[in-house]
RNA sequence: UCCCCUAUAGCUCAAUUGGUAGAGCGCCGGACUGUUAAUCCGUAGGUUCGUGGUUCGAGUCCACGUGGGGGAGCCA
């Protein structure tokens, strides 16, 4: 394995031999006989400086090659830096150009807009910000699993492809195998998907929920975490068509208790930023969003506020600066920036709103008691709004029923959704989390497209 | 999908009431330096997003298209 350079940087073993392999960011020339090298690997924000001395072999015929972008192979002598910067370096005895970077290489020694970078989503990963952007996605990502596995949660992986169109949660994505130049018509003349590969029309997951609660009831406490597609024409800084969520399920267990993994879930995660990627978090701090420190710094020591809807209702119907352009009136749903005034404004914290009007919210959240709400809850941050929506589930067959023929849904197509309801039913509740607007909010990146590799919108799926 | 803004050198941007296309950075050449996105001097680099229109004359004004940004809705 070829050693990295954040395992170097952190060596006190000067004068031992060490080897590198990475790309240039930058050379500085002195024509009185040497260069400084800098060199990036991707395994941490920081570069390692190369002393190249014009006596080591080859210096002339391959320094001139070494441009910023070029891969390369040092080996050296760990040296203690004399310089400001840096703590260790390498004194080169051996330089090997790997691979050769053209003078036109897109990625310059010079800032880049992210628009730009988008453009260049091939090589925006060797940037600073997009490296600190993976590495934060990849501590993220074993995180959760790390939260869930240590809880007693079972992964689940429910299915990509589905073939009940039943799941409500926006437009959703076709997958055919039909000729679309000319594809079976039935005797009205529409598209005959009993021909296509599934035998009916099916599409791309829009919420792994349906599915995963069938593993709920039957072990418990269970999580996904996986791609989720969107067919809606979003064209916004929070909305991607292809994106990843987790959806845990906890079996036996009403809406408290699901704010309260909720809350314990997001705690966790921001302090294991904090913790393990304090490097990056400064990066973020120091050249994105100088807030993200203290926020996070104040979100892991302090609870969240919670209040339910009516009183949320009460809070905004008192703020009579804010001057919203929306109405705000018990029934009607809260707009973005109803959202962010209670957030930024009232509590300047996340606020879990919960026990929404049945009227605005899905068919499966449980009805309370009073009738006219049920059991759901919305998780908000600054500047982001809702990073978490969840529910306790209508556990109660009959009342499930009447509440899909209320909304004219058919139950013959939630069969096996109801199934659950009649054998052996329990109190259970869970919540979705979008990633990408965990990572935006963790990291002050304003654009959801520069915190996935390869991002996925309206008029745009490139690489 | 709606509203607003926007597209000029490799990148980031400027160009007065419509009148010969400019800078910084990067590249290349040179100078200098235990340097830190080094610094200094110089060279090269352009079908001003596309199509059409107004005009003696369009980077600039108008229409349509496409891409990008901000906001809204939908939501995570």
């Known amino acids: 394995m070829t050693p990295r350079i954040k395992d170097i940087l952190l060596s006190t073993d000067f004068g031992s031999e060490v080897m590198t392999r990475g790309w240039v960011r930058s050379r500085r020339d002195s024509k009185s006989g040497f260069c400084f090298l800098v060199i990036n690997d991707g395994s941490c924000l920081a570069d390692l400086q190369i002393i190249v001395d014009e006596s080591i072999p080859g210096y002339h015929e391959s320094i001139g090659g070494l441009l910023t972008g070029a891969s390369v192979e040092i ?6 830096s004399p310089a400001k910067g840096q703590n260790v370096e390498v004194k080169a005895t051996e330089i090997h150009l790997i691979g050769s970077c053209p003078p036109e290489y897109p990625l310059q020694k010079k800032r880049h807009s992210f628009e730009f970078l988008r453009e260049i989503a091939h090589l925006r990963p060797r940037s600073n910000t997009f490296g600190a952007i993976s590495r934060v996605r990849n501590r993220l990502s074993f995180a959760i699993h790390e939260f869930f596995q240590s809880r007693g949660f079972l992964y689940v992986h429910t299915p990509i492809v589905t073939s009940s169109d039943c799941e409500g949660a926006g437009e959703m994505f076709t997958v055919t195998t039909l000729d679309m130049e000319n594809p079976p018509k039935d005797s009205n003349g529409k598209v005959d998907f009993s021909h296509d590969f599934f035998g009916k029309r099916s599409h791309l997951t829009v919420s792994g929920q349906l599915n995963v609660e069938t593993h709920c009831l039957a072990l418990g406490n269970v999580y996904t975490f996986g791609p989720t597609f969107r067919a809606e024409n ?3 800084s929070r909305h991607l068509a292809e994106f990843w969520m987790i959806e845990p399920e906890i079996a036996f267990c009403d809406l408290g ?18 913790e393990d990627c304090a490097a990056d978090m400064k990066f973020f701090n120091d050249r994105i969003d100088n807030t993200v420190l203290a926020t996070l710094e104040h979100i892991v020591a302090s609870n969240f506020e919670r209040l339910s809807y009516t009183e949320a209702i009460d809070e905004l119907l008192k703020a009579k600066s804010a001057n919203f352009e929306y109405p705000v009136k018990w029934g009607l749903d809260l707009q973005s920036e109803h959202e962010r005034w209670l957030t930024e404004k009232v509590f300047k914290k996340p606020v879990i709103l919960y026990d929404y009007p049945r009227d605005i919210k899905a068919f499966y959240m449980r009805q309370n008691e009073d009738e006219k709400t049920v059991a759901a809850m919305d998780v908000l941050v600054p500047k982001i709004g809702e990073i978490i929506g969840g529910s306790q589930r209508e556990d109660r067959h009959d009342v499930l029923v009447a509440r899909m023929k209320e909304l004219d849904l058919n139950p013959d197509d939630y069969w096996w959704y109801l199934d659950l309801r009649r054998y052996g039913s329990v109190p259970h509740a869970g919540f979705g989390l979008g990633f990408e607007r965990l990572i935006q909010f963790a990291t002050g990146m304003q654009n959801i497209r520069d915190v996935i590799p390869f991002p996925r919108v309206p008029n745009n799926a490139s690489f």
């Open 75 to 80: 080996r050296g002598e760990l040296v203690e």
């Open 257 to 274: 208790g699901d704010m309260d993994l909720a809350e314990e879930f997001l705690r966790h995660l921001l302090g294991v930023l904090l």
């Open 234 to 236: 979003s064209n916004t």
